[in-house]
């Protein structure tokens, strides 16, 4: 688990802690539980060794509730991955997730934050709405899907 969370107290305590590699077993199992296509252990071990911005969420007792990863580049930031626990969500952990990888992308100066979204992804999709994040583009069989089939993403954009 990691060494050093910051606590918000807002009806809920929540701890936001940098991801590390002692992480990564707690973000794996999430990652399992989440997706029907997960990233796997590699990509976060990798993700952590490129440099990339990641950071957990975390509740009072230490349990993982969510967490992202992002990678900067000129003058924006790319939204890699972002999971909130399937068991919390629906409680605005995912919006807390955003507030704090949008307040990390503005004291860095970056301009906007790009993200992809599955199309079926109904939820994330109201919440990036909600946040003023606009549809750019489209990435043509972008995801795996069921089967051998492939599913589009949806690029989307927020200006900061």
Known sequence: MSSVLKCDKDGQQV???????????????????????????????????????????????????????????????????????????????????????????????MHAVLLEVRPSNNHALLVYHHLDFVQIGQRKNYYPAAGASREDAIVMRKML
């Not at 590699?21 to 590699?42: H, K, L, M, S």
């Not at 952590?48 to 003058?75: I, P, T």
């Not at 626990?85 to 004291?107: C, E, N, S, V």
């Open 15 to 109: 701890c936001f802690a940098k991801m590390n590699v002692t992480d990564v077993e707690d973000v794996i199992a999430v990652e399992q539980n989440a997706y029907p296509f997960p990233w796997t252990r590699g990509n976060f071990l990798d993700s952590l060794d490129s440099g990339y911005e990641a950071w957990v969420l975390r509740d009072e007792d230490g349990d993982l509730l969510g967490y992202f990863l992002m990678m900067y580049a000129v003058e924006e930031v790319h939204l890699l991955n972002i999971t909130v626990r399937p068991d919390r969500q629906g409680q605005g952990l995912g919006r807390k997730l955003l507030d704090k990888l949008i307040g990390l992308a503005r004291d860095a100066n």
